[in-house]
């Protein structure tokens, strides 16, 4: 069996479920425990032997490309493409990307699913196992807006259906695909757009299964999210938080004799951590922050070149220059890029805020 050194990743899509945040920054680019959240699925392929990725990105938006690079960060080899007619679906995505994959077996991997364990037991089993193709599930409660996996009374995979209208099976298949040589783009061609205009990858696995190909499946037993809407993300990020090595909390910049840091605290280069500053971690701080007079409680990042004073927030994503100087308590929130909050008030308040905003409570 060949060894799986190529795969394609997500980076379009328009994620209307996250609006206002996605009105301004693509959504893989939302910042997870201070890093994008695409860079997480990269560190999971790479992890797993990957050599070469391709990414395709909304047509004429170059976003991705520059935050990823070519992938000298991770010592491999990235390349981008645009998918011809705009947005078709996930299939049509790897459909595009036929060239780059040539003859060779490929994992898909969809950017905005954060697991937290690694690929190396689905990819072994695609590599020393008897299958054409192998799909991540994940056990969830309500498997109805994702592709869903049919099993006959002997265990059997018989069918893949996307989005069914009752809950037929407690899995979901989890956004991560395994493909053998070729199998994938000569079942392309068998499949119709469905009723909502796209090429479903269900209908994919639907048709490989008709075919009589192979399909193996393979549980996801840690953490599986699909960062689909604002508390998803929010929830991914604190499961980041908690997973992270204790190495990974380094603490730079200058931080006063009379501030409190207890736990995993990352404090950037450039930070200045100021006076009546308690925080208590898992705490990711950007570069270049200034933090006075204010409480960070776990679970939280701050982007870079941030600053927060009087307010205590907990549980909440901000993103790169946002000004906090308000006696405020934030919870379970994300503030996009250059929002403002400044008031005195006392009243706990849950804000999803996007890029640019300035608010006066």
Known sequence: ????????????????????????????????????????????????????????????????????????????????????????????????????????????????????????????????GDHDCVLALARVPDPRAFGVPIFDDAGRLIDVVEKPTEIISPFAVAGIYV????????????????????????SIHSELLKQGYRIGHREITGFWKDTGKPDDLIHANSLLL????????????????????????????GTVIGKNVRIQGPVMIGENCTLENCILLPHTTIGASSTIKQATIGASILFNQSSIDAAITIENSIIGEKARIHTRTQNAQRFILGDHTSLEV
């Open 1 to 128: 069996m060949l060894r799986i050194r190529k795969a394609v990743l997500t980076g379009g899509g328009r994620a209307t479920r996250l609006r206002p945040l996605t009105a301004t920054i693509n959504k893989h680019l939302i910042p997870l425990a201070n890093k994008p959240m695409i860079f997480h699925a990269i560190d999971k392929v790479v992890e797993a032997g990957i050599k070469e990725i391709i990414i395709n990105m909304n047509p004429g938006e170059t976003s991705i490309r520059d935050a990823v690079g070519n992938g000298d960060r991770w010592g491999i080899h990235i390349e981008y493409f645009e998918q011809t007619g705009g947005p078709q679906g996930i299939a049509h995505v790897v459909k595009e990307a036929q060239t780059f994959i040539g003859d060779d077996p490929f994992i898909f991997y969809l950017s905005d699913n954060i697991i937290l364990g690694n690929l190396h037991d689905l990819i072994r089993q695609y590599e020393e």
């Open 179 to 202: 493909y053998g040589p070729k199998i994938f783009f000569s079942t392309f061609d068998r499949i119709q757009k469905s009723a909502r205009g796209e090429y479903e990858i269900s």
């Open 242 to 269: 908690d997973q992270l090595s204790p190495s990974t909390f380094e603490r730079h910049g200058t931080i006063d004799a009379s501030a409190v840091i207890n736990g995993n605290v990352h404090v950037g280069r």
